[in-house]
């Protein structure tokens, strides 16, 4: 799991939790992620190990080519 501060908001957002793709640093590399709304931000989920989240990287989430969210990893 990563945790993340959010900075960006919209509707997805709201589900609670939803499936994206999530891009870490300024990486091209795209991840399959599994993100759930916690009390504190949210915890995104790797199926496949994610190369090298450090925190106060960010870390943006897509769904095709939008962005849907991101945050500060923790």
Not at 16 to 27: A, T, V
Not at 46 to 58: H, K, L, N
Not at 61 to 68: K, P, Q
Request: charged content about 25%; proline content about 4%; aromatic content about 18%.
């Amino acid at each position: 799991w990563m945790t993340l501060y959010l900075i960006i908001y919209n509707k997805y957002l709201d589900m609670g939790e939803f499936d994206c793709k999530c891009k870490i640093r300024h990486s091209k590399t795209e991840y399959d992620a599994h993100v759930t709304k916690t009390e504190n931000g949210f915890k995104v989920f790797f199926p496949e190990a994610a190369r090298a989240p450090s925190p106060g990287q960010s870390a943006v989430f897509y769904d095709g080519e939008y962005v849907i969210g991101g945050g500060y990893i923790e």
